[in-house]
């Protein structure tokens, strides 16, 4: 097994007779984007603290590169670029001179770094403006090339896209995955769920203290999913209702008898089951268990022409919940199922001669597994 | 190699041995400057209100000067005009250090903090050491950037006649120290706070009271202090002490009075400040004791040098008395200063003296209230002990010295109480705050009420009264008083004063044990629940390398 480059096992750490820490363990590998999610109180502050030297835990361990941040935290601070939440920077220098004072100031023994930080963060234009002139975006920009000037193995960000506008954040998630292509491990924390889970490999959600799951995004959804599985399976012991198929296993799809809607009109079609509401998070089986958000998914298909006709060809099938065709051969599928699942789909209308243009599916898994997992609790 | 100036490192020399050594520290100064101290340097040059403010400065001192020398010369005769110029310019000037020095550095290391900047130059790996010389290198260049613009009306007192070049030269070397003393005192204000408004408001409150009684007491005051000496001082001027050295004779009191005094008073005081600041600036696990701890190791044999020193040269019991109570204020001091030690060393300092291979030596100086108030109790009783063994060889009566071992002899009881008290207090709370006021008060109790009693029982006209006034440390100057007198009074007065000290001595001892048995408790409650909660870490998986 590859020795991680973040390690944090059973980390407890008291404000007085407060607990904002209890018991939370967890691994980032080298090169991973690891998100950390968690609402405000929920101790991500402190656990980044104590990852970056600046705070020793009441009990537990972190380990940076295998040293351990509360007893060697000159060694971890070598391997490390810190950005705290909200940081500040010198308003009266240049870009060039707040970056050559942070370069003596880490003692970086060659001369060529700042122009080589300069370079890689896009900060050419902008090296001899006062600090004071740039936008938010930009300063933010600053601080990820200050955390990169001693060349850290790991980032360490805490809200790096906070209070920055779309294009800033752009910005930002773009040069964090050049940063990650470079061999960078970065560890981020963000309140932006759509923005962590397009740039993180992995997430760790913490709530009240508690570090609630963590893992690689689908593997998180997937081992939510088994569990619904599992509760869904007592759910029918207990009360002896069917349940579909598509609830026991990420079968994959099966093409059912087409149906057609009473009108005739197949705009649109959606499972007896799930009727009458399909948005997210209101599904039961026919057998009146909850579908769980984490399972129910949305998969929207451009096919070449008309989309109506498509419509009954995938309703009905295994997994779906329901169909709707949309205006410029636009389909959005409802379904219960995995990667799987989709290329089945995909496969199934491909052979059946239908034109598929685009498959994109839905990408707020990440939000549904936060709001799953998290219980809006506060240490 | 310095980025901010653009010089590379200097190749190692072949030997670095004895000079070749001292050399390359040199260049080192030149070539790889203080990062902070360059930053602010930058920083200032940028800031447009500078040059204005220097100029104003500079051109409202000179019209003030130019009017009081117009004023002096109707009637006066050049030589007391240059005299009355000197005076009113470096009294100015001192007005000027004292209280813009403090107020400047006040907001270097609070605006850090409310910045948001000291996390990242925290985890640079400086050092707080470093930071604090590159704070207090910026703050002192910009006071002596004043100095130096002021420097040419400063030298027109000399023109005038009635003080010499050198005088005038003096005076702004003694403005030099003054600045130092002023900015690391506002540095180590600043290191306390979060936010630099309130740094600046609270380092003022202080600074301009003591400035004032500084300026008063150590100048007016003195100066007649210093006529009786060397009748070519005047008596009365506040700027005495520049004259002092070139119109005083030289002597043992010259180089006692003159240079060791001035000498102790800014150095230990200032290196004081920029430990309390380098303290402040340490994270809460870090060590943030040793260093204060060396101060109070060499300030004890330093004061008690100068305290001998002073006695010896002046043969006189009331210098070996001001001594005794310089050395009491200074360790009563010092047991404030150690009521914010931590309870014991953390996790992160032992793990540092254990790759270091630190020796008992330096594990006594760093971390625990413990070794701290242990420390201090020796410090009382060595500098006590040797100021008292030197009154002893030197003055000629039994009664002086009797005078002197009264005054020592309270005072070191008193102190072993305070040391034992504020050692308890803080084995008994969480943090400094509570202890420290806690000692204040019970100071003031100990001080002020057994006089207040007194007052209360109208004690003050019998004979009970050495009785009742005896617990306060203040009846060591009444004991002293009787000590010159016989009869039945001076035994009653003795031995109230004797019970008061082996009570005080008593009660120090026993808190101080106390105090030992209660941080062993909290050290093990602390070991206890760190011991339970790691207790479910399962033992480390083996990581292999990849490839």
Redesign the interface.
């Known amino acids: 097994m590859t020795k991680p480059a973040i390690s944090v096992r059973h980390l407890w750490h008291r404000y007085g007779a407060l607990e904002v820490l209890r018991d939370v363990s967890f691994e980032v590998a080298p090169g991973e984007i690891f998100g950390f999610i968690g609402p405000n109180g929920a101790g991500k502050t402190t656990t980044i603290r104590v990852m970056a030297t600046l705070l020793e835990p009441t009990a537990g361990r972190v380990e940076i590169d295998g040293i351990d941040a509360a007893l060697d935290p000159d060694a971890v601070r070598r391997i490390i670029g810190y950005m705290p939440d909200h940081a500040g920077v010198y308003e009266r220098i240049t870009v060039r001179e707040f970056l050559e004072f942070f370069a003596d100031a880490y003692g970086i023994p060659e001369l060529g770094v700042v122009d080589a930080v300069i370079e890689l963060t896009e900060l050419t234009k902008l090296e001899g403006r006062l600090v004071a002139t740039l936008s938010k975006g930009m300063k933010q920009r600053l601080q990820i090339a200050r955390t990169l000037l001693h060349d850290p193995k790991v980032l360490v960000l805490d809200e790096p896209a906070s209070d920055l506008d779309p294009r800033a954040r752009i910005e930002v998630r773009d040069l964090l995955l050049e940063l990650r292509e470079l061999g960078k491990t970065i560890f981020l924390s963000s309140h932006i769920l759509t923005e962590l889970s397009d740039v993180c490999t992995s997430v760790g959600i913490l709530e009240g203290g508690q570090l609630v799951v963590s893992g690689p995004i689908g593997e998180i959804a997937q081992r939510l999913a088994s569990q619904h599985e599992s509760r869904a399976a007592a759910d029918r012991a207990v009360t002896r209702v069917d349940v579909p198929a598509t609830l026991e296993a990420p079968a994959p799809f099966a093409p059912g008898t087409p149906q057609l809607p009473s009108d005739g009109a197949a705009t649109s079609w959606a499972s007896p089951a799930a009727a009458p509401d399909l948005g997210p998070g209101a599904g039961v089986t026919a057998g009146g268990v909850a579908i769980p958000e984490t399972t129910r998914k949305r998969l929207k298909l451009r096919v070449l022409g008309e989309s109506q006709p498509i419509v009954p060809m995938l309703a009905g099938g295994s997994g779906v919940l329901g169909v709707e065709a949309g205006p410029g051969g636009l389909i959005v599928l409802n379904y219960v199922g995995g990667d799987q699942y989709v290329a089945e789909v995909v496969r199934y209308l491909v052979t059946s001669g239908v034109g598929v243009v685009t498959v994109e599916p839905e990408r707020n898994e990440l939000e549904r597994i936060f709001l799953e997992v998290t219980r809006g609790e506060l240490t | 190699?310095?980025?901010?100036t653009?010089t590379?490192?200097l190749p190692p020399p072949e030997s670095m041995r004895g000079l070749a050594r001292v050399r390359l520290r040199v260049a080192g100064l030149f070539r790889d400057p203080n990062?902070?101290w360059?930053?602010e340097l930058?920083?200032s040059a940028?800031?447009q209100r500078t040059p204005v403010v220097l100029a104003v400065t500079t051109g409202m001192m000179t019209l003030l000067i130019c009017s009081v020398g117009g004023l002096a010369s109707i009637d006066s005769e050049p030589a007391k005009v240059g005299v009355w110029l000197y005076h009113t310019f470096f009294s100015l000037a001192f007005t000027l250090v004292a209280w813009m020095g403090p107020a400047m550095a006040a907001t270097s290391i609070a605006a850090e903090r409310s910045?948001?900047?000291w996390?990242?130059?925290?985890?640079?790996?400086?050092g707080a050491p470093a930071i604090a010389r590159g704070k207090l290198l910026g703050a002192l260049t910009y006071v002596v950037m004043y100095l130096v613009m002021l420097a040419p009306v400063g030298g027109l007192p000399f023109l005038f006649g009635g003080v010499t070049a050198l005088e005038v030269l003096l005076a702004f070397v003694l403005l030099g120290a003054a600045s130092i003393l002023s900015v690391t005192f506002g540095l180590a204000m600043s290191s306390m706070f979060s936010s630099p408004a309130l740094a600046i408001l609270v380092t003022l409150l202080v600074s301009i009271p003591a400035s004032i009684a500084a300026y008063l007491g150590l100048g007016v005051g003195l100066s007649f202090a210093a006529n009786n000496l060397w009748h070519g001082v005047l008596a009365g001027p506040p700027v005495w002490l520049p004259t002092a050295y070139t119109r005083a004779d030289f002597g043992i009191e010259y180089v006692t009075l003159l240079v060791l005094v001035p000498a102790v008073f800014v150095a230990l005081p200032a290196w004081l400040f920029h430990e309390i600041t380098v303290s402040n600036m340490a994270?809460?696990?870090?060590d943030r004791s040793t260093r204060l701890r060396v101060w109070t190791l060499v300030t004890g044999p330093f004061l008690t040098a100068t305290a001998v020193a002073c006695g010896v040269a002046l043969n006189d019991d009331a210098w070996f008395v001001a001594g005794e109570i310089g050395l009491f204020c200074t360790w009563l001091f010092v047991a404030f200063l150690f009521t914010g030690e931590p309870l014991g060393p953390?996790?992160?300092v032992q793990?540092a003296w254990q790759?270091e291979g630190a020796g008992a030596g330096r594990r006594f100086l760093g971390p625990g209230v413990m070794p701290a108030s242990a420390l201090l109790l020796i410090l009382v009783f060595g500098s006590f002990a040797a100021l008292l063994v030197a009154a002893w060889l030197t003055l000629k009566t039994p009664d002086d010295y009797q005078g002197v071992l009264a005054i020592g002899g309270y005072a070191v009881s008193f102190l072993v109480f305070v040391t034992g008290f504020a050692a308890w207090a803080r084995a008994r709370s969480?943090g400094a705050g509570v202890p420290r006021i806690v000692l204040l008060g019970v100071l003031f109790l100990a001080f002020v009420g057994p006089w207040i009693a007194m007052a209360i029982t109208g004690a003050f006209m019998d004979d009970r009264a050495p009785l009742v006034a005896a617990p306060s440390p203040l009846y060591a100057f009444e004991l002293r008083k009787v000590m010159l007198g016989t009869g039945p009074e001076r035994t009653l007065a003795v031995f109230a004063g004797g019970v008061a000290c082996f009570s005080w001595t008593l009660i120090g001892l026993g808190l101080f044990a106390m105090a030992g048995v209660g941080v062993e408790r909290r050290r093990a409650e602390e070991r206890a629940?760190?011991a339970k909660?790691?207790a479910?870490?399962p033992p480390?998986?083996?990581?292999?390398?990849?490839g």
Do not use: N
């Not at chain 2, 190699?1 to 901010?4: K, L």
């Not at chain 2, 480390?540 to 990849?546: M, Q, T, Y």
């Open positions: 190699m310095s980025a901010q653009g590379a490192s990062p902070v360059m930053r930058r920083a940028r800031l910045g948001g900047t996390e990242a130059l925290e985890l640079t790996g400086l994270a809460p696990s870090d953390s996790a992160r793990a790759r969480r629940l760190k909660l790691e479910s870490i480390e998986a083996p990581h292999a390398e990849p």
